[in-house]
């Protein structure tokens, strides 16, 4: 059904409200988010949304969900669309494919700029921006059933410098091409984006809004999400969050409360839904809901007596009833994490902590992305004035690049969207030792052994506990370099190393037995059992592998065919390698380093 229909067959005193999942990079991050959208479908939400990569990066993955939830589940389904990368035959092939799986509803959206784009060039000209792809679909016999939304920016689009007068206007051309609902950007100003809804409305766009809201899961991701999205935030959200900032489970706590009040607040000012950004997770969705009288029954409730006459009602359940729910569980319940590979608690949660580039590769949430099918990696170089990097023409010239970011001259790299962390601080000498030799580093971190949770720089989770880290670095190597590393964790290292290696050309060398995980941060907190939350292994490597080179390729792209630049990033792409390498004695914070740099053959 049209989510129009839906909306307007909805109850207008109770809350509608929306989920928004994203493809997984994995297979089994794939499989696993099956299993929590039949678990979060139990939830009664009025539809779901299905996120498109940029150019449909992940155009059969999106295609997969979309249809399952639209078939198997039976829930009506929004399949997101773009314009990046995108020609006719392209967006017909998508449209079409969404038709056969039964989805009547798309999201049409301009998409983010290519990774490596100063300023967004549209492959084909007829789609430049969502306008042109409302006004396609709605023009085209074959596709204009469809029910068409787009985007909106209570804050202001983040690409576009413009009035908040001009911006109404842009999507009032949208409206006016055919767009039938509106689903905005994450917000967490309430009155702003209330009063944001009267001058939509008085601009004579009637058609349903549906304000977007994204659960803060994290500091970290609730930064990189506002900066990347230039949302506004409040100075009491700030005041609030920088006290706990490094107690995951309170900054998470915070993120249901807030979302609660603000959806209380959007229902008082007349707002009849909401749509969550789930980032493919539940828990926070779930306690959310929970709050707001909405959840229903969602735990297993105990044993109840089958009986006719179900009297009285909390002991006794009917056979019909018993019967219907048994059939629901079975179809919904999935068998419990392995404890023993650091999936802890219930599937609910084993993964509610961050999943990012060293997360879990199981995890329907690895690889997170950012809203509506880009990533913070994704999204940096179009923001990036190219002049910041320079123009590298020699080896040389990026050894310097990479060494004025570690010595806070610049702030980013394309392989990194912030300023150097105070954690990074703590090993500089020798991430400056190796970057110096032109061993570019990319990724690091201390080694650990039972600090407070409340350590300012590298604490996380509740107060009263212990956390630990491995010692790890990462660079991009030449390949004799790799055959010298890899020599000497044969012969010196002991055990005590591991490594991966990896090529654009997808070679692949390393002493980890297939199947192996590494825990390399873990937390042990009053009451709870042992928290793995950053964990390198061959899937993890691997995906980060094929990202880290696409960096590299979309770099080059800012420079014009046959530069110097251009020839340079890409021979760098083609024939460097990928190093991540582990120490295990988290008890020595010099153990790797030692490693590196002294021994029977130094490396450096």
């Known amino acids: 059904m049209k989510l129009t229909d839906r909306i307007a067959q909805h ?57 399952l939830t639209q078939l198997e589940h039976g829930i009506d389904t929004t399949l997101h669309l773009t314009c990046t990368n995108m020609v006719q035959g392209t967006v017909d092939a998508a449209l079409r494919e969404a038709k056969e799986r039964g989805i009547e509803n798309i999201l049409a959206l301009r998409g983010d700029p290519p990774r490596g784009s100063e300023h967004w060039i549209p492959t084909d000209s007829r789609f430049q921006h969502g306008v042109d ?12 059933h469809f029910c068409v939304g787009v ?17 109404l206007d842009h999507l009032k051309e949208k409206v006016n091409a055919g767009a ?31 304000p977007g809201i994204m659960p803060i899961q994290t500091y970290a991701s609730f930064l990189r999400m506002t900066k990347l999205c230039a949302t506004s935030v409040p100075p009491k959200m700030m005041s609030d969050l920088v006290p706990i900032r490094h107690d995951d489970q309170k900054v998470k706590d915070y993120g249901v409360r807030l979302a609660v009040d603000m959806i209380r607040q959007l229902q008082a000012g007349g707002i009849q839904g909401v749509h969550f950004c789930t980032l493919n997770l539940e828990k926070s969705i779930i306690r959310i809901l929970e709050a707001l009288g909405l959840a229903g029954d969602v735990s297993h409730s105990s044993n109840k007596l089958i009986a006719d006459d179900a009297v009285p009602p909390e002991r006794t359940v009917t056979p019909h009833t018993a019967a219907d729910r048994a059939t629901k569980e079975l179809a919904t319940s999935v068998p419990e994490p392995d404890a023993s590979k650091g999936e802890i608690n219930s599937a609910a949660d084993w993964d509610d902590f961050p999943n990012g580039r060293f997360g879990d590769f199981k995890s329907p949430a690895y690889g997170e992305t950012d809203r509506w099918g880009s990533s913070a990696l994704q999204s940096k170089a179009a923001t990036t ?30 392989f990194s969207s912030t300023p150097l962390s105070p954690e990074s601080l703590m090993i500089f000498p020798h991430l400056e030792k190796l970057t110096s030799k032109g061993w570019w580093t990319v990724g690091s971190q201390p080694a650990i ?28 190597v030449a390949e004799q370099d790799v055959n010298r590393i890899a020599r000497k964790v044969d012969s010196e290292g002991a055990g005590w190393i591991s490594y991966f290696a990896g090529t654009a050309k997808g070679d692949v060398l390393t002493n980890v037995p297939e199947g192996g995980r590494n825990a390399v941060t873990w937390g042990v907190f009053p009451g709870q059992e042992i928290a793995q939350t950053t964990i390198i292994e061959k899937e993890s490597f691997l995906s980060w592998k094929d990202e880290a080179f696409s960096i590299w390729d979309e770099w080059a792209s800012f420079y014009p065919p046959e530069s110097q630049e251009r020839r340079l990033l890409e021979d760098v792409r083609d024939k460097r390698w990928l190093v991540s390498l582990v120490h295990h004695d988290y008890m020595d914070p010099n153990a790797l380093w030692t490693f590196l740099f002294k021994g029977a053959t130094p490396l450096l």
């Not at 985007?151 to 911006?167: F, I, L, N, Q, V």
């Open 449 to 476: 052994n039972g600090a407070p949770s409340t350590d300012e720089v590298v604490g996380w989770g509740p107060r009263g506990g212990y956390v630990y880290q491995k010692c790890f670095v990462e660079f991009f």
């Open 11 to 67: 109850d207008p005193n109770r809350l509608f409200y929306t989920f928004e999942f994203f493809p997984p990079k994995t297979d089994q991050g794939f499989e696993n988010l099956v299993s929590r959208i039949a678990r979060m479908v139990a939830l009664n939400p009025l539809s779901v949304s299905v996120t498109w990569g940029a150019g449909g990066t992940t155009k059969d993955r999106s295609l997969d969900l979309a249809g």
């Open 151 to 167: 985007a909106a920016y209570p804050d202001g689009h983040p690409d576009r410098d413009t009035t908040e007068d001009r911006e």
């Open 385 to 414: 004035p190219v002049s910041h990097w320079g123009n590298p023409k020699t080896v040389n010239d990026l050894t310097s690049l990479f060494l004025r970011y570690l010595h806070s001259k610049i702030t980013t790299t394309p």
């Open 133 to 144: 792809l409302v006004r396609y679909i709605k023009s085209t016999p074959e596709f204009a």
């Open 180 to 210: 039938e609902f509106i689903i905005t950007q994450l917000f967490y100003d309430v009155n702003g984006f209330l009063q944001w809804v009267k001058k939509v409305r008085e601009k004579g766009i009637t058609v349903p809004i549906i």
